[in-house]
T-cell receptor, first 114, second 111 residues
């Protein structure tokens, strides 16, 4: 499976600011995803990061709040904009090598908004 | 009805016993099924996947799939304290092949 890294691993941010999370994969992958896991909850898909085009967002998530970039097949960023305490969560990058292959997760970014 | 349902637990089993984790799903057209293990404070780790009806074994782990009953399970033989974690069931379905996760079952293996 691919090796996935995320930066930062954790951060504490002030309300109203923005944070950009980076996801780097050691090999080219077809599909990259961003998930959120709130305390004690399961995983919620935020969006699918599409290379060279706009991300595909799930219901309840919008581009203005969670802009995503994917400039190539090994890298993506997720920005959490205008943060509020409700955005405190773990944000996870996930990759799938092909449409019907298995899916793997990065180590996550633990975000606390004060 | 939730798309993927799991009992939240905790499920407590003694060391050396068999732990049985269950999951049901609502989309009859689902094609692929996954079990992830998540230790506290860590990200999910893929431990098993199954695509066809029946059993699939990998070491101490066996995944069982029954598409007619829309049911998938994970058996852990000779449970160890290091198996104590939350186990997430995930199902891939739909033309977009979206993966949906259950809420997870917390397993506690008692030494």
């Amino acid at each position: 499976s691919a090796v996935i890294s995320q930066k930062p691993s954790r951060d504490i941010c002030q309300r109203g600011t923005s944070l950009t999370i980076q996801c780097q994969v050691d090999s080219q992958v077809t599909m990259m995803f961003w998930y959120r896991q709130q305390p004690g909850q399961s995983l919620t898909l935020i969006a699918t990061a599409n290379q060279g085009s706009e991300a595909t967002y799930e219901s309840g998530f919008v581009i203005d709040k969670f802009p995503i970039s994917r400039p190539n097949l090994t890298f993506s960023t997720l920005t959490v904009s205008n943060m509020s305490p409700e955005d405190s969560s773990i944000y996870l990058c996930s990759v799938r090598d092909s449409f019907d292959y298995e899916q793997y997760f990065g180590p996550g970014t633990r975000l606390t908004v004060t | 009805q939730k798309e993927v349902e799991q009992n939240s637990g905790p499920l407590s089993v003694p060391e050396g016993a068999i732990a049985s984790l269950n999951c049901t799903y609502s989309d009859r057209g689902s094609q692929s099924f996954f079990w992830y293990r998540q230790y506290s404070g860590k990200s999910p780790e893929l431990i098993m996947f199954i695509y066809s009806n029946g059993d699939k074994e990998d070491g101490r782990f066996t995944a069982q799939l029954n598409k007619a009953s829309q049911y998938v399970s994970l058996l852990i033989r000779d449970s160890q304290p290091s198996d104590s974690a939350t186990y997430l069931c995930a199902v891939r379905s739909g033309g977009y092949q979206k993966v949906t996760f259950g809420t997870g079952t917390k397993l506690q293996v008692i030494p």
